[in-house]
């Protein structure tokens, strides 16, 4: 896709212009819409105040449940799957304020944040209708210096570049329920379980194991997201973890909180 595909659209309807070359677009979202691969020359800050979405990217799939935002470099291809209904609200920064404005290394690449109450607070207040003009400036600028300090979130799954690896991954993504052994896929994509384990860690600066278990739990996140009577006990299960407690620990581990939380802000 061209970037002459994708012109910079004018204001549109749940939209309005920010501060000093930053702009605002509220939408909601039915769970099952997809925003197919497409980019802008906008950077971006997409947050699901309610709702899980899923945004894949060339280097990987950042689930995105609520609590969570993710930042999207200008010209960076993207898609969005919507997980369970979403209220998104979303911050565009033109290029030329991105250069001005005091910023971090880490906007040039795309990442998930935990979304601290503070951040939150911000993004909901930048849409408040009353808001002025003055008020909108500071409160575009305290995003940024909580986004500079937000803490990274595990939502994240690497997607590694090298093919054997590509290959393994994507059997693992295609049933992360099953307990995927590294010598078995090894020799299912034609190499050793030691170079394999080696890629891995390589390419998605995770271990075979923690790579699968991110896998596991972004798929009990999917399954919490869009089955709404679901428990947590027959997710465990059909996850094949051995026990609840099980389940409730890995889960934690990578999103912070535990399954039924999680179902809670779903």
Excluded at 224 to 236: C, F, G, H, M
Aim: proline share 6%; charged share 25%; with cysteine.
């Amino acid at each position: 896709m061209t970037v002459a595909e994708t012109p910079i659209r004018p204001l549109q309807k749940g939209q309005r212009a920010g501060g000093g070359g930053v702009h605002m677009v509220a939408r909601t979202y039915r769970k099952g819409h997809r925003l197919d691969p497409h980019m802008h020359r906008e950077a971006q800050l997409v947050y699901a105040a309610k709702g899980t979405m899923q945004v894949t990217t060339p280097k990987g799939r950042f689930l995105v449940p609520p609590d969570r935002a993710v930042w999207v470099p200008a010209l960076s291809r993207h898609a969005i799957d919507v997980l369970a209904d979403i209220e998104m609200r979303t911050l565009y920064f033109e290029p030329a304020w991105l250069a001005r404005a005091p910023r971090s290394d880490s906007l040039d690449n795309e990442f998930v944040v935990r979304v601290s109450p503070l951040l939150h607070q911000a993004i909901l207040a930048l849409f408040d209708s009353a808001s002025s003009r003055e008020r909108t400036e500071l409160l575009i600028k305290l995003v940024m210096l909580e986004l500079h300090q937000a803490e990274d979130s595990a939502t994240f799954i690497p997607l590694p570049q090298e093919s054997r690896c590509r290959r393994a991954a994507d059997i693992v993504l295609a049933d992360p329920t099953h307990d995927h052994e590294i010598e078995t896929l090894a020799r299912e994509v034609g190499t050793s379980a030691r170079t394999l384990s080696r890629l891995f860690s390589a390419e998605t600066q995770l271990s075979f194991k923690s790579w699968c278990q991110r896998a596991r739990v972004a798929a009990a996140i999917e399954r919490l997201s869009t089955d709404v009577n679901v428990s947590v006990k027959q997710v465990a299960s059909d996850l094949g973890y051995a026990s609840v407690p099980a389940f409730s620990h890995a889960f934690r581990q990578v999103t912070g909180k535990t399954p039924t939380e999680f179902a809670e802000k779903t």
